[in-house]
Nanobody, 125 residues
Framework: QVQLVESGGGLVQTGGSLRLSCEAS????????MSWFRQAPGKDRLFVAT????????YYSDSVAGRFTISRDNVKNVMYLQMTSLKPEDTAVYYC??????????????????WGQGTQVTVSS
């Protein structure tokens, strides 16, 4: 199995940028398709972005496409989410997740085996 730890969250103004990191330990990081999800207070956890095991395929939710970039470094065992042009509606706890079955990642939350503890992102207006 794999252990996931997110970092990089914080408070930023509208239009600002943040880069989230998800550090993995345990089983080989490249064995997992990886994704970011987010959960705002009182709302469901929603898909944000996914990246394949090798990093050659990515997919984004409509709400973040063109503003966020997901990437990974399989040597350093880290996944990133570069967030730009942030909006107040991006405020949420951001979670990274690992899928041990699929190669390309999925938007389906139930497919993910392992989760980090989350990192808070707050965008002020």
């Amino acid at each position: 199995q794999v252990q996931l730890v997110e970092s990089g969250g914080g408070l930023v103004q509208t239009g600002g940028s943040l880069r989230l990191s998800c550090e993995a330990s345990g089983r080989t990081f490249s064995s997992y398709a990886m994704s970011w999800f987010r959960q705002a207070p009182g709302k469901d956890r929603l898909f944000v972005a996914t990246i394949s095991r090798t990093g050659d395929s990515t997919y984004y939710s409509d709400s973040v496409a063109g503003r966020f970039t997901i990437s990974r470094d399989n040597v350093k065992n880290v996944m990133y989410l570069q967030m730009t042009s942030l909006k107040p509606e991006d405020t949420a706890v951001y979670y990274c997740a690992a899928d041990s079955v699929g190669r390309s990642g999925t938007v389906l939350i139930d497919r993910y085996d392992f989760w980090g503890q989350g990192t808070q992102v707050t965008v002020s207006s």
